[in-house]
């Protein structure tokens, strides 16, 4: 095996920024889509009919739902 080879080998396995921008923009295009499934909005509706339940204190309003959609694991 020639010296070349193995540099080539070992920058290929070591992380990089692009690497990992790539791998983020894949995984929050991913959450972006699970969050408008038929379960994502079954769990934010959840969420919203159990905050409502309560009189005083915290109450959802249409900001905070829309925060809740935005930022369905």
Do not use: C, W
């Given at each position: 095996?020639?010296?070349?080879?193995?540099?080539?080998?070992?920058?290929?396995?070591?992380?990089?920024?692009?690497?990992?921008?790539?791998?983020?923009?894949?995984?929050?295009?991913?959450?972006?889509?699970?969050?408008?499934?038929?379960?994502?909005?079954?769990?934010i509706q959840e969420i919203g009919s159990t905050v409502q339940?309560?009189?005083?204190?915290?109450?959802?309003?249409?900001?905070?739902?829309?925060?809740?959609?935005?930022?369905?694991?």
């Amino acid at each position: 095996m020639s010296t070349k080879s193995v540099t080539t080998v070992n920058e290929e396995n070591q992380p990089s920024r692009r690497k990992f921008f790539i791998g983020a923009g894949a995984t929050v295009g991913a959450v972006a889509v699970a969050s408008q499934t038929s379960i994502g909005k079954a769990v934010i509706q959840e969420i919203g009919s159990t905050v409502q339940g309560k009189d005083d204190g915290y109450q959802l309003s249409a900001h905070i739902r829309k925060y809740y959609e935005t930022t369905m694991l």
